[in-house]
């Protein structure tokens, strides 16, 4: 497994919420969720995103478990750390959604949580996604105004956030972890993992996955993040947020049909 490219880049010039962490044998993005108002910790998101990153990293030292495990001893061990500060039982207790693969001697076993997303083409070519589209599922709610962000009330997200016929994050529950998508792969030529701040050039800008896995291969993950920005900065209706925390991992596990164009 080769490092191609890992870059973050934050939205604005608030603290970045996504991180990314990257070891010889796996690979993790997380993107912690805005904040709210009122969340009963003491700790920021920034400040969650990296404790869990850390104690994944923590368990992928040990023996190899799923990683929908490795995820549930991470979220367990970060509430542990922080449960005597801060009520973990608020709805919107600090989180984030997640992405993580581990290469292994014959496959490749990946997890995605919430709306981060991976991305890898076989050495063929061709090209699969698999991210959590649960989030988009739930029904909408007038957003309304917190600390400066439009965004569905507390209330709702209380309704649906790691809820049954709801969507699943990284927070305070461990059980959340086996929501995870999970699955396994072989043949890997490159592999992307990112936050939905860069998805959004497939589900806003219309960019088909083949084409971006091209353009990291040829340019990086920071021509991607270059295109997002751009795409962004051009968008006559950006919503709620027009530059979002963004984030890509490239992978290479193969020489790649699109490294020579």
């Given at each position: 497994m080769i490092v191609a490219g890992a870059e973050s880049r934050p939205g604005s010039a608030a603290p970045n919420e996504d991180l990314l962490l990257v070891a010889d044998t796996w690979a993790l993005v997380l993107d912690g969720i805005?904040?709210?108002?009122?969340?009963?910790?003491v700790h920021d998101v920034p400040w969650y995103t990296a404790a869990l990153a850390e104690a994944v990293a923590v368990q992928m030292a040990g023996p190899p478990r799923p990683l929908a495990d490795v995820l549930a001893a991470a979220i367990d061990a970060v509430?542990?750390?922080?449960?005597?500060?801060?009520?973990?039982?608020?709805?919107?207790?600090?989180?984030?959604?997640?992405a993580l693969v581990r290469s292994g001697p014959d496959a490749l076993?990946?997890?995605?949580l919430g709306d981060c997303?991976?991305?890898?083409?076989?050495?063929?070519?061709k090209c699969r996604t698999e991210t959590d589209d649960r989030l988009a599922a739930v029904p909408s709610a007038p957003a309304v105004d917190l600390a400066g962000v439009?965004?569905?009330?507390?209330?709702?997200?209380a309704r649906f956030r790691n809820r049954d016929g709801g969507f699943w994050v990284a927070a305070a529950?461990?059980?959340?972890?086996?929501?995870?998508?999970?699955?396994?792969?072989?043949?890997?030529?490159d592999l992307l993992l990112c936050t939905d701040g860069l998805t959004r050039?497939?589900?806003?800008?219309e960019y088909a996955w083949p084409d971006l896995m091209g353009l990291a291969a040829r340019e990086g993950t920071g021509g991607l993040l270059d295109l997002v920005r751009d795409c962004e900065?051009?968008?006559?209706?950006?919503?709620?947020?027009?530059?979002?925390?963004a984030t890509a991992v490239l992978l290479r596990f193969a020489d790649h049909p699109f490294a020579s164009l």
């Open positions: 805005t904040r709210y108002p009122d969340d009963g910790c509430s542990a750390r922080h449960a005597p500060t801060c009520d973990l039982d608020n709805p919107v207790t600090p989180g984030a959604t997640a076993d990946w997890l995605v997303a991976i991305t890898w083409t076989d050495r063929d070519g439009r965004r569905w009330p507390v209330e709702h997200v529950d461990p059980r959340a972890a086996a929501r995870a998508r999970t699955g396994t792969a072989e043949g890997i030529g050039l497939t589900e806003r800008y900065a051009r968008d006559p209706n950006p919503g709620a947020k027009r530059h979002d925390d």
